[in-house]
């Protein structure tokens, strides 16, 4: 997991590419309460490939959550991850 502080109305573009896994991101709101909200989410960015990719508009300045991980179920790998 990974928190990063995102400014509001402004594109943002997470991807995340591996050799060796199924790649799957998610981003999360974080509440006042400790709770989060899902806000988007991707396992293949298109049909050609693994790698992971959202392109998304945080709804307000503040920090967000972004958890990286393989789409298949107990697979492990390295992988690079990107915010821009």
């Given at each position: 997991r990974y928190f990063i502080?995102?400014?509001?109305?402004?594109l943002t573009t997470v991807?995340?590419?591996?050799?060796?896994?199924?790649?799957y991101i998610?981003?999360?709101?974080?509440n006042p309460d400790?709770?989060?909200t899902l806000?988007?989410?991707n396992d293949d960015k298109d049909g050609t490939t693994?790698?992971?990719q959202l392109v998304f508009t945080p709804p307000s300045t503040?920090?967000?959550?972004?958890?990286?991980?393989?789409?298949?179920a107990g697979a492990t790998g390295a992988y690079s991850?990107?915010?821009?």
């Open positions: 502080y995102l400014t509001g109305g402004q991807s995340m590419s591996s050799a060796s896994i199924d790649s998610a981003v999360y709101t974080l400790g709770t989060k806000l988007a989410q693994k790698d992971a503040g920090f967000y959550q972004i958890a990286t991980t393989s789409g298949g991850f990107t915010v821009q």
